[in-house]
């Protein structure tokens, strides 16, 4: 009998649907070659040892947390899209991978999104299968790592470390209601309370777009950052990263990634809410992946702020699309 994961919360849930996955036909004697020919599709009750599912596609359909912060809205959308492009893809790897749908915001109410996301994190750890959850805006965090320490509390090995890839700090304190510029400073703060820590790592932090309160508001918590002027591709850049990095992993028993796309120079990611010429490259991010998935210790990752109604000739969502992509042959 099936047991409804989000009884009385205020949220829709929609299981995966083959009209958001088409590509390119193949002759049938040369097997799976695409992203759409092989993604599972599945309603999150119908997850089980039995299905052999290695990584699961979550999607986040909201953007309250962005309309509250006064961006630009249509991250809703970004889900939908990004699955579109990532679909036409090659594959190159033997997972198992589902689509398990998405969590739908109803009636801007943002928090019951966010716990319907935590509650569907929590299941999908429980069951050691790895998340990937792609939005909708950033206020995302908050629920996905609520879900992340739902299912590791109670374990021995409990202390998650945050590395965020972001223009923006998001440590915001709450002044009415949660929005996409506060979710790390809702996790630093809940954790807090009840005695435990969070160590957070921010990479790619543009001065002009945080004020003197946030940086201080980082010194106070004792955040890690890197500003976006030495976010490059250079040997020497990755390096000095890394070696800052390491201490930081060493300490954690476990690491989420959360990548903004708004990190990213607009260049390669115009469709966002708040885009910058200042970020930094693709190839910046994605010579420092390996290092982060060789410690083993990622436990789940999620892409933030796509905004399709922004984009131009697919940049934003076709390189959402292959970060996705990445990370799975990653892990």
């Known amino acids: ?80 899209v990004l699955r579109e492009r990532l679909g036409k893809l090659a594959v190159h790897d033997n997972k198992h991978i589902a689509d398990i749908g998405d969590v739908i915001c109803v009636e801007n109410d943002m928090e019951s999104c966010q716990g319907a996301l935590s509650k569907t994190v929590s299941q999908l750890l429980s069951q050691n299968i790895f998340p990937i959850v792609i939005g909708g805006g950033h206020d995302m965090a908050y629920g996905h790592f609520m879900g992340i320490w739902d299912a590791v ?20 304190p709450i002044e009415t209601l949660p929005n996409s510029g506060t979710p790390f400073n809702q996790i630093i703060s809940e954790l807090e309370n009840v005695n435990e820590t969070v160590d957070y790592f921010a990479i790619g932090i543009q001065q002009p777009s945080n004020t003197n309160q946030l940086f201080n508001i980082a010194e106070s ?69 390996p290092f982060l998935f060789e410690t083993n210790k990622v436990i789940a990752c999620d892409i933030a702020e796509l905004n399709p109604t922004f984009d131009i000739d697919n940049r934003t969502s076709s390189l959402a699309a292959i970060l996705v992509d990445f990370i799975v042959r990653l892990k």
Request: proline share 4%; aromatic share 12%.
């Open 1 to 80: 009998m099936k047991v409804d994961l989000y009884h009385q919360m205020n949220v829709t849930y929609q299981s995966g649907q083959k009209t958001h996955w088409s590509g390119r036909a193949s002759h049938p004697d040369l097997g799976i070659l695409y992203w759409h020919q092989k993604i599972a599709l599945f309603h999150i009750n119908e997850l089980n040892e039995d299905n052999k599912i290695d990584i699961a596609l979550l999607g986040y359909v909201c953007d309250e947390g962005v309309k509250r912060n006064q961006g630009r809205i249509g991250a809703a959308q970004g889900p939908k």
């Open 153 to 172: 509390k109670n374990t021995s090995k409990k202390r998650i470390g945050i590395i965020n890839f972001d223009a923006h700090f998001d440590l915001r």
């Open 221 to 289: 918590k004792h955040v890690n950052y890197m500003v976006n002027y030495d976010c490059d591709e250079s040997i020497e850049s990755i390096k000095k990263l890394q070696d800052r990095l390491k201490p930081f992993i060493e300490k954690n028993d476990h690491i989420y990634i959360t990548i903004d796309l708004d990190g990213f120079s607009s260049a390669y990611t115009p469709g966002v809410s708040a885009p910058s010429p200042l970020g930094f490259s693709p190839f910046f991010l994605f010579k420092l992946l």
